[in-house]
């Protein structure tokens, strides 16, 4: 399903290593990694959907060590490719994200959304989880947190993208970045406070 046309330059989401020595890491990367900061939580429990090769997952693992990261990756080319790279205590799953949330009965403290499918070579969120706020909901423990990585879409605006989310938990926050286009919503039971959302920055 993920697999580009060969005259297609595949996008960076779907082919970033995170083995390659490559300084420095994109912004957006780091920020979204550091996102497991939020969680109040020693031993943080992760879910990330959309594992791609892993670059958010071992990021996360240098920021905190201790945390327990399950991938969810329905490709299965990038499926057997990350599992060759994948870090001992490392879960993954080759499942869509909309199976593993009706499926598992585990709770998470945050779960990181990193869902797109590469079309005509651009990332584009499967439309299927654009109305999957209530089942992130019911996966997340006390306190977690959801976040959800956003990239412009043909006839949604980025708030149409959350409504959702919205729905689920109330006013997401937003992190932005310059000279990227994508977006992070940030949202949970709890408030989101801008030290929280400052914290992202260092």
């Known amino acids: 399903m993920l697999r580009p046309p060969e005259s ?13 020595r490559r300084e420095p890491w994109p912004r957006p990367f780091v920020v979204s990694a550091r996102t497991v900061r939020l969680c109040r939580s020693q031993a943080p429990r992760v879910a990330i959907l959309g594992w791609g090769l892993g ?11 201790s945390a327990q ?4 990756e ?11 790279r994948l870090r001992p205590g490392v879960e993954l799953h080759q499942l869509d994200a909309l199976t593993f949330l009706r499926k598992s009965r585990r709770r998470f403290d945050l779960i990181f959304d990193d869902c797109f499918e590469l079309i005509d070579g651009d990332a584009v969120r499967p439309t299927e989880l654009q109305q999957h706020g209530s089942l992130v909901a019911r996966r997340l423990g006390p306190g977690g947190i959801y ?14 993208q959350v409504r959702d989310i919205e729905e689920a938990f109330g006013p997401v926050r937003w992190r932005r970045f310059r000279e990227w286009e994508n977006r992070l919503a940030i ?6 406070t801008q030290a929280m959302l400052r914290g992202l920055d260092r």
């Open 55 to 65: 670059a958010i997952g071992s990021l996360m693992l240098k920021l905190e060590p």
């Open 8 to 20: 297609v330059e595949p996008d960076l989401c779907f082919t970033f290593d995170p083995e390659r």
């Open 74 to 84: 329905p490709s299965k080319r990038l499926f057997r490719a990350a599992g060759k």
């Open 147 to 160: 976040v959800r990585n956003l990239l412009p879409a043909a006839g949604m605006s980025f708030s149409d």
């Open 187 to 192: 949202a949970a039971p709890m408030p989101i």
């Open 69 to 72: 990261l399950v991938g969810v």
